[in-house]
Structures are given as C-alpha cells and as structure tokens.
C-alpha cells in the first residue's frame, strides 16, 4: 500500500511538470488566467446544463445599484453531476457565489471552479487546476511538455 | 407446417424483399413468432445480439404518410390508440403543427443532434446489439449514439438529461424491457413535428420473433404534452449480411452553418495533409517567418 | 392492429400473453461477472485475471486512465453526488492536485516530428487551437480517446467471442472491433479509423488503419494525418488494471514510431457511465478568447 501511494505520489509530482492546465477539452490556459482568481456574488439569470461546458449567466450588484454581467463557464454536466449538480440546483433568480479564474481578454467571463449553491453546499464548478505559478518548476535538462 | 401458413410465409417474404414499406403480420406469421424460442446466453437470457434495423418509414412520420417523393404510403405504427394517432392535449397539438411548419430548420436531427428514443430505433440506418451476461448496449450509427442499458435495480439517475435518456433493463420471459426516462425536451419523434417534452417516459419491449426478426413494440406517456400513454409496434431485421457493421457517423458544420453527416466512404471524408502549403500560408499572413528558398 | 384469423390463435396468443407477463421477472446480472477479483493466495503470485468461458482474459467493465484521477478524488466533494462519485471523493478542503498536463507520463514527449510537421504544430498550437477538433465535439480519434478523456471520463468494455466494444463516456465516442480476421476496408476513412482485433496470448491486439486526418493528439496541437497507422495492445495484469500501450506511426509525421504507456483502472462497482452529449450544446468555439488566436469567429 505504502508502495501503491508513493507511485500515485510521484505520478501526480510528475504531473504537475509542465503546463498543469485542467483537463477540459480545450485549452483552458490559453483562455483563463490562473494568475487571477475572481469571486463574484450575484443573481442568476441563465443557466444551461449542456455539453461540453455548462454556463450561468449572473447579475452582479455594484455599489451604485448597477448591475453588471457575468459568464460563467463550468465543466460538463456528467462532471457536474458527479458533484452534486442537478438541473434544478439553481434557477434565474437564485443568489449564488462563484470562485474561479478571469478570462485572459478582460471580459466578465470566468471559468468557475467553486460555487455555493442557494441550499449553502459547496460543490466544484470543474476540475480543479493548481496555477502555474504555484507548481514546481520543471525539472532542468527534462524537455518541457510543450 | 400447414400449407396456409406456409403459403402465407411465402408470399410475406416475396412482398417484404421488394417493398420496404411495413406489411401487417399474417395470421401465420403470429404463431411462430409467438412460439419462437431464441438462443440463448449461458445465463438463459435471450442472444439479442447483430445487427437490426427497421423497415418502416416511421421516421418520416410514426402517424403514417401517403405516398410522396416515389416512396410508398406508410400505415401508422402506433397500434394504440386504434385510430394510429398520437393523443396530444390540445395545446400540444398546437406545438406540433407549429413544429411542422418549421420542420425544415427545427427539426433537431437535420442538424445532426441525436435522434432519441424511440426515433432512434426506426431510424433507416441499422444499429447492433452488444450483449454479454450482465451486460447490453444498443449502438446506433447516426452520430454515434447509443444506449447503455444498465440493470433495472440501479435507479434511473434523476435531475439531468440526456439526448439518449437514462436506459434501464430486465428480463420478462424472453422479453427485453427497456426503460427510459431523463430524455429531456430536445428531440422529435419524427421528421413531421411530434415531439415530447421532458417528462417522455418510454418503455421499450424487445422480443424475438425467429431468428431474423424482433418485434419492438414502445409505450410512450408524457403528461405534459399527452393524453394518455399510447404504443407503438413493428418489426426490426436482421442484417444477415456477412461483414455487415455500423459505420462510423459524424458531421461536419456546413457553409451554411448546419451540420451534415459525412460518410467514411466519402472521399470527401479525408483531408490530405500539405503542409508546405499550410505553413505558405501562415507566412502570407505574417505569422511565421517564410520559408528560406 | 392486426386481428387473430381464428379463436384458436387467439388463445395461443393469450396463453403466451400469460406465460410472458406473469412470473419471470429476470432481472440484469449485477454487472460484469468479475467483480468479486479472485485474491491471490500467495502475495507474491502475480493476481489471478478474470477469464471468459472460453478461457480468454475478461476485459469487461468501466475503466479509466489513472493519471489525474487521483486529483478528483482528493477534491472536496458533498454527499450530494451519486454514488459513483463517492470513489474517494469527501473530505478535505485543499486544493485538488492540478490534473495532469496534455499527457501522463507513459507518453514518449516530444514526439519525434519531421522538421516540417514540427513547425506546423508548432503553428497550429499557437494561431489554430481553435481547430482542435475536440473543440467542436468531434471524436478525439485513436490513441486520444483513451488517454486523455479517459481521466475524467470512465470507457466501458463489453466483450463478446466476435466483438469487443469500447463505449466512451467522452462525446459518446463508440467502437465495435471485430476479431474476425477480417481485413481493412478500402475507401473508407474515419475519426476513430478502422479497428481489427486478434489476441496474442493474453494481450488483445488491436490494429487501427484507415484514418481521416482530422483527429489530433492534444490540445496543443500535437497531431497526426492521414497516414496515422496505430497499434493498441490492452493487457490485464490484475483484475482491476489494465496495461494499455499505443504504438503511433505516421511516415509524413512522425520520423519514426512511438509508443505511449497507460495504466486503466477499474471504476469502482457503483459508477457508472453518465451519458456526454457534446455537439447538441456545443457553442464554446464562439467563447473562444482573442488570446487563442480565434480571429474567424465571435466571442462574448
């Protein structure tokens, strides 16, 4: 056992070599920008639980009563529901708090890895990345993965 | 064998090699359906296994059709209500016709999007059976759906959908019952506009009826958008040829913007690399230097 | 509806009527007969595998690739979930484990490109990421589909004396190989290609031709064309893992041949596969941000 766990150990060291962006099926970082982590509150207004990625729209309330527009982009509904998600988890209307990763081309939009939902649980919004900066840096002399 | 059955065996054979178009069964034809013992797995389950695929032109319209583009005239395959019609509520008729009208865009299949079910099952390409005990698949080919059937005592997963639904199944005799649900809203039942919403709740009966031929018969209830549950029924073949398979369905985003199936057997099918070309043309594009000569 | 020509089938239809419907409710065999792994009785004995009836190895059941999946199951998860997610998933509130990168480890990088195939992949990565074909829901292709949606989503094998058939979760991506003997078609090309399977002692053997140049490896542009030729071999070395390799060539590629090394797991008894539709909802190609190079299309 102690043997099985250092091999899973040392496959997930070898792992976070490298690029380390989560699985998604496209790149996510190209798209999002593991430097800057964002949390937004706010009232849903949209939600799709499709593939490959599912979406919320949401509402944010600024100081002045104005309100600003946020995507958000998770991952598909098979992972979602593996995580607790159902179609009706949230509905528009509904307060919800999403943490995640800001869209590298300034837009409100953001890859959501955490949420909490109207019922208070916290439930994964997509796989979970470490950013790159936070990952060890590749090893000397050993190719980097692209 | 007495010779009326035999006869009418014949003559049901000669009719359904040069007519594509669903016959009524005969008489004859419902006793040895009816006492036709399938192979069998090791665990006595019945061998659903090959190659299927129905004859009818139910996919155009379950509630039948007369005879259009050369093709024959199609009898209902739905054998309750008696009247072959789908018992829609009245608003739900009206979202029907409304579908119709628009079929020619709306229609979720002539964009590619997978056909559900039943509409799967009557589709006129062929799908295979993959069974082994404990384990059973049907695999279609257009977009490379299929259903998974798990055992009936796992419970249906509840609060998604699903293009395909959530497929449940047991054995009754040697029938194979199908349940499904979580089919959510987005598929029709035919290229005509009847259609469900996300309450469908379909179970599907599959019973050898010789060795080349299935019955599928389908009780479809949906309280949203139906009256009262009704049945549909006909006959699946076999597809005895040797090498028969499923071919791989995908489809390509046309210039038009809708997505269309794209054979394997197409030369179309294949890009051919030529890579000076491509990198020629990034460099046109200023996005790599040019190439030195 | 058809009605009975006489009495007499009438009442051999209702006796059948009775016989069918009343008591044999037999329900699914509880999965893949495998379930219960034979332990091994001495440690040191490599495990015992599975078997069909016919004596070849069982390679029935749902798998996934290993690598990243460890990630997923130490991240924080609710009992909400079903139970397939409750395979180590609970506890902790940590940050999971970044999954992975393009590849595992087993994947020979760089793969060894002639000069002009370097560069176009070089190109593709950084002005064409929008021409993944993974990015509009196409099939991920051979030996993708296995390696990379397989750490999320799990593939379930079903084997038969004819067949053997891999249905993927990712994009409901299916193949049914024959292990016939039967040869490769002509003038056909596909995504997955064209898969014949024959067994060499307790390793299935799966040669794969007839591609249609469209799949690519990664998301980083990492490609094949064409001229992909893959061999797989999936071997059991115990009854919960498999060792799966792919032997790649492509002559207008590659300059030579390269093998990738995965290890499957078995999924644990109660996950299932949760269907993965993809094109019916697919509208990320027009998310796609100005940083990836996607000129051609709108974003948000």
């Known amino acids: 056992m102690n043997r099985k766990r250092f091999a899973i150990f040392a496959a997930l060291l ?28 706010g009232s849903v207004t949209k939600w799709e639980m499709i593939n490959p990625h599912s979406y919320i729209s949401i509402d944010v309330k600024n100081d002045d009563e104005s309100l600003t527009h946020w995507s958000v982009q998770m991952g598909a509904p098979s992972f979602l529901y593996r995580n607790g998600w159902r179609k009706d988890s949230i509905k528009p209307g509904d307060d919800l708090t999403i943490s995640g990763f800001r869209a590298k081309d300034g837009t409100n939009t953001i890859f959501g890895q955490q949420a909490r939902l109207p019922d208070g649980r916290q439930v994964l919004g997509g796989p979970a990345v470490t950013p790159p900066s936070a990952q060890n840096p590749p090893t000397p002399g050993k190719p980097a993965n692209q | 064998m007495n010779r009326p059955g035999f006869l009418f065996s014949a003559i049901a ?20 359906a009816a006492n036709f013992v399938p192979p069998k797995l090791s665990d006595g389950t019945p061998d659903l296994r090959g190659i299927w695929q129905a004859r009818t032109s139910a996919y155009l319209n379950v509630e039948g059709h007369p005879a259009l583009d050369g093709g024959a005239a199609a009898k209902s395959i739905i054998v309750d209500p008696a009247d072959g019609k789908i018992p829609y509520l009245p608003a739900a008729l009206a979202q029907r016709d409304a579908n119709r009208k628009d079929r020619k865009d709306a229609d979720p299949a002539s964009n590619c999007f997978q056909a559900g079910v039943p509409r799967a099952v009557y589709l006129p ?23 998974l059937v798990l055992p009936s005592t ?38 005509s506009g009847n259609y469900h919403s996300d309450q469908l709740h379909v179970v599907g009966r599959y019973t050898l009826t010789g060795p080349n031929t299935m019955n599928y018969e389908a009780t479809l209830e949906d309280p949203g958008v139906y009256s009262r549950p009704w049945t549909i029924r006909f006959t699946l073949y076999r597809d005895k040829q040797p090498g028969a398979r499923i071919i791989e369905d995908e489809c390509l985003e046309g210039a038009d913007g809708r997505w269309q199936h794209l054979s394997p057997f197409d030369p179309k099918a294949v890009v051919h690399h030529d890579y000076p070309a491509e990198m020629a043309a990034a460099a046109a594009k200023g996005q790599i230097e040019p190439k030195k000569p | 509806m058809t009605r009975p020509a006489s009495i007499a089938t009438a009442l051999a239809q209702a006796a059948l009527l009775v016989l069918i419907v009343s008591p044999v409710r037999a329900a699914f065999a509880q999965g893949s007969p495998q379930q219960d792994s034979p332990a091994a009785a001495d440690k040191n004995q ?21 690598i990243g999946y460890p990630g997923f199951r130490n991240t924080n998860q609710l009992s909400g979930g079903r139970g397939n997610a409750a395979q180590g998933f609970g506890g902790g509130s940590k940050p999971a484990v970044a999954v992975g990168q393009f590849h595992s480890p087993g994947v020979p990088l760089p793969f060894p490109y002639l000069p002009i195939a370097q560069q176009v992949k070089d190109y593709r990565d950084v002005y064409d990421p929008y021409h993944d074909p993974e990015a ?59 898969s014949r399977a024959h067994w060499e002692g307790d390793t299935l053997v799966v040669d794969v031709t007839n591609f249609n140049g469209r799949t690519w490896l990664d998301m980083e542009a990492n490609f094949v064309d064409e001229n992909e030729h893959v061999v797989e071999r999936y071997t059991l070395t115990d009854a919960d893992t498999i060792a799966y390799s792919a032997t790649v060539e492509d002559t207008t590629v590659f300059t030579k041949p390269w093998t990738m090394h995965l290890t499957l797991k078995r999924n644990a008894a109660k996950d299932e596969i949760v269907p993965y539709d993809c094109h019916e909802g697919e509208r990320d190609s027009q998310h796609y941000t100005r940083s990836e190079g996607n000129t051609g299309n709108k974003h948000e």
């Open chain 2, 13 to 32: 054979a000669a009719l359904l090699l040069s007519c594509p178009v669903l016959r009524a069964a005969e008489p004859g034809d419902q006793n040895q």
């Open chain 2, 125 to 147: 390409t062929p799908f295979q059976i993959v069974q082994s005990v404990g384990n059973l698949a049907i695999v279609y080919t257009d977009d490379h759906a299929f259903q």
């Open chain 3, 136 to 194: 509009h829901c196409h099939l991920p292709g051979v030996p993708r589909e296995t390696e990379q949606p397989t750490a999320l989503f799990p593939v379930k094998i079903i084997q038969d004396a004819k067949y053997i058939t891999l249905l993927y979760e990712y994009v409901h991506d299916v193949r049914i190989i024959p292990e016939d003997g039967s040869p490769h078609p002509k003038n056909y090309w596909a995504w997955n290609g064209d």
């Open chain 3, 46 to 66: 490599p495990a015992a595998i599975p078997r069909l009836a016919d004596g070849r190895p069982d390679l029935q059941g749902l798998w996934h690739n290993e």
């Open chain 2, 154 to 191: 796992l419970p249906h997963d509840d609060g998604i959908d699903f293009f395909m639904g959530d497929s449940r199944g047991h054995w009754e005799g040697n029938t194979l019952i199908v349940d499904v649900t979580d089919l959510g809203d987005q598929t029709w039942l035919d290229a």
């Open chain 1, 14 to 41: 070898l792992s976070l070599l490298g690029a380390g962006s989560a699985f998604a099926h496209h790149s996510f970082s190209a798209e999002f920008d593991f430097d800057k982590p964002v949390t937004i509150h």
